[in-house]
């Protein structure tokens, strides 16, 4: 990455008269010292104690490198070879982000003449130092300038580095390079090998490092966070951790299970009233992880901490000042502490969905006290715990024992909304009922509009015309009976992704070659259309091998039963590993041969497969980039063929978006993937698979339903 890199001569003349001119010259060469930054990499410096706020301007920051320079001058002594004493590090980086020259890329000496893990500090690394104290925090230029330094002189320099990054303190004692510590490491937002993310929390930091030294080695089963300044899973669970063994829980385990809720509740003793400057400093440690300020002093329950406490309490929906739901409370808050669920509205957030998950709180935890349900986040986001806790809500207003509630949409559920969820609605179930139509929102109007839902229609007990031209619309887009009312069938397909699965579909796909037989019995069965497998890359001889790929023919037997044909490619798709930029290239041209082989005329869309729980940091890092794969594989071969995706809603809407996918071939049945709650199904839908079942004896059949005027598959043999 090409860098400006101020040279020596821009901060000389800051230098006394009598060495301005040693000071403004090229570094001397690296001669007779060993010199191979190949093998190590950079270290971390800063300029040590105070604050760097006197530089405001650039001349201040080039006076600076100059009292460096000074320094490093009048306090060392010429070397092995005679060199004159000289500043030490190789570059200096400014807080306005500005580089400036050192020694360069000649060897510098600012690292400490130990050894790590074997390589010369000196002879084996660069020395990058920051215009920056230890009250001072790195800001995001400042950082992005040392990541592009550092990709710079990976690749550019004339001698290269190595990819490890240490601190100074790792090779020498010393405290520097103070809050640039976090930093100091390979896989941090500095390194160009990592994700770029931002500047780091100091007091995450800290909280970091301090569990890490107080729990490590001491509490059985403990398991290290990263020290890098950025919350997540790690960091919560080593707290849990740290928790669990002051409550005298062993060996610790990283999950905040029933036993560690049963043993917060014996102890029943809030943070303003406990003993245990551990627990303190753990619940202290919590706040700061979620983003509330709070005590910067640990092991002390301040008025910053109370204060958190209690906003924390406000924002999921409770009353801290209510004593009686403050205690009854406080193992579930406990809890939520110990995970990475939000509680203030996200950027991303709805202020209308925040609210009804402040109510779930509010009365299906803190007011019914249903066993099974958690305190649901309240970030503004319907996102799959939100899902369950909503389900769970509705089991009770069903009339479900709170006892026998599971968030699971089974028989009990599924009969309570064929009878009273589709009776005439008041009261809880009917703000249930409408909460589901704005989680679902938008829909999508015939002329392909988004329609969402009025987030006033909620909370009133009017049959509201707005109300009756959402649900009709949301109705119609999901290809069930239009009615506007709150039938079962409206019911299932807001809450899960398979929607109802007894209702009547003209569309299948299955691994079982159609024979004519097989061709009539579809047709007589009211199937029009049946997705086949393009081909297996499974040999006949391998274990796992299906037979799955059309056969000779069978399209020809598929069109003569009066059925169409849209044709699927899967390769693996179950596993990650088969999702790379160059795998979806080739597979899109393997796709393109057997269409062609098999007749498909030009047009048709071939259907890729992602058939599992993909995430988003997965869809970024694999099946975007395998779309993009196929795109151009059949870009190479003259765009006969479009292509589709199969998988869970957010697969499908994300690689439509972003992909260029014509349509999606939604996996509604997996409606446990985390892909299928919270998300619409997406506008460009084309088949809805919601069932897999036994069509006839040892033919096993999924059951989608064909969203009419979306792809008409292939009727005939080009």
């Not at 919590?286 to 709070?294: Q, R, S, V």
């Not at 292509?643 to 996918?661: K, P």
């Not at 460009?684 to 698979?689: A, D, H």
Request: charged share 20%; proline share 6%.
């Amino acid at each position: 990455m090409a860098v400006f890199i101020n040279p020596r001569s821009t901060w000389a003349p800051y230098v006394d008269e009598e060495h301005r001119a040693h000071a403004a010259a090229p570094p001397d060469p690296t001669e007779q010292r060993a010199w191979n930054p190949g093998s190590g990499g950079v270290f971390i410096h800063y300029r040590g104690g105070g604050t760097s706020s006197d530089l405001k301007t650039e001349e201040d920051c080039r006076r600076d490198i100059a009292a460096v320079y000074a320094k490093w001058r009048d306090d060392g002594e010429a070397d092995e070879d005679g060199v004159p004493p000289d500043i030490c590090y190789n570059f200096l980086i400014c807080p306005h982000g500005n580089i400036y020259e050192g020694r360069g890329y000649e060897r510098g000496e600012a690292n400490g003449g130990d050894v790590i893990d074997g390589l010369g500090s000196n002879t084996a690394f660069y020395s990058i130092c920051a215009l920056m104290r230890s009250d001072d925090l790195a800001s995001e230029t400042l950082l992005r300038t040392f990541r592009s330094l550092i990709e710079h002189l990976r690749t550019e320099a004339p001698k290269t580095a190595g990819t490890r990054i240490h601190p100074h303190s790792a090779a020498y004692d010393t405290d520097c390079p103070g809050n640039l510590h976090m930093y100091a490491q390979p896989g941090s937002t500095i390194d160009p090998a990592a994700s770029w993310r931002g500047t780091a929390d100091i007091y995450v930091w800290e909280v970091q490092k301090w569990v890490n030294a107080a729990y490590d080695g001491v509490a059985p089963g403990y398991l290290k966070c990263p020290e890098f300044g950025y919350t997540g899973w790690s960091t919560v669970l080593s707290l849990t951790q740290g928790l669990q063994h002051e409550l005298g829980i062993s060996p610790t385990v990283q999950s905040y299970g029933p036993g560690t809720f049963a043993a917060v509740k014996e102890r029943a003793t809030l943070p303003g009233s406990e003993i245990n400057a551990n627990v303190v400093r753990i619940y202290n440690s919590a706040l700061w992880c979620k983003g509330y300020w709070t005590s910067r002093h640990l092991g002390i329950w301040s008025s910053d901490s109370e204060a958190a406490l209690t906003q924390l309490y406000g924002d999921i929906g409770l009353s801290y000042a209510n004593l009686s739901q403050r205690h009854a409370m406080w193992p579930h808050i406990s809890k939520a502490l110990m995970r990475m669920d939000q509680f203030r509205l996200v950027p991303s957030g709805d202020i209308n969905i925040k609210n009804v998950q402040m109510w779930l709180n509010s009365r299906y935890v803190a007011g019914v006290g249903i066993p099974a349900m958690s305190l649901v986040p309240c970030d503004g986001i319907y996102s799959r715990d939100v899902q369950q806790g909503f389900m769970m809500s509705i089991q009770y207003e069903l009339g479900i024992d709170p006892a026998s509630i599971t968030g699971y949409f089974g028989a009990g559920t599924q009969a309570g909304l064929k009878g009273k969820g589709s009776a005439p609605l008041s009261g809880h179930l009917r703000h249930q009922f409408r909460a589901a139509c704005y989680f679902n929102s938008p829909t999508i109007l015939p002329n392909g509009a988004p329609l969402m839902y009025r987030p006033e229609d909620i909370g009133t007990d009017a049959e509201t015309s707005t109300h009756l031209e959402w649900v009709r619309s949301f109705q119609s887009f999901s290809q069930i009976p239009v009615t506007g009312s709150n039938n079962y069938t409206t019911w299932a397909q807001l809450l899960v992704s398979s929607g109802d699965t007894d209702r009547p579909a003209t569309g299948c796909d299955g691994i079982t070659e159609i024979t004519t037989a097989r061709g009539q019995a579809l047709r007589a069965g009211g199937y029009r259309i049946v997705g086949r497998y393009l081909d297996e890359h499974l040999a006949p001889s391998d274990p796992a091998y299906l037979g799955k790929a059309l056969k000779p023919g069978e399209p020809q037997r598929i069109y003569d039963a009066g059925l169409r044909l849209y044709p699927i490619f899967q390769y693996n798709g179950t596993q990650l590993a088969n999702f790379t930029y160059e795998k979806g290239y080739d597979q899109g041209k393997k796709a393109h041969a057997k269409a062609v082989e098999h007749g498909i005329g030009a047009g048709a869309c071939i259907y890729f497969a992602v058939d599992y729980d993909a995430m988003d940091s997965e869809i970024d890092s694999n099946i975007l980039p395998y779309f993009r794969g196929v795109k151009d594989g059949l870009a190479e071969l003259g765009n006969r063929y479009t292509f589709g995706v199969y998988g869970s809603r957010n697969v499908c809407i994300r690689v439509s978006h972003e992909g260029g996918a014509r349509w999606s071939f939604v996996s509604g049945m997996s409606w446990g993937f985390s892909g299928n709650l919270g998300y619409p199904l997406p506008a460009n839908w084309s088949f809805n698979q919601i069932r897999e079942y036994e069509f006839q004896p040892g033919w096993g059949l999924d059951h989608n339903v064909w969203r009419e005027d979306s792809d008409p598959g292939v009727s005939a043999v080009s």
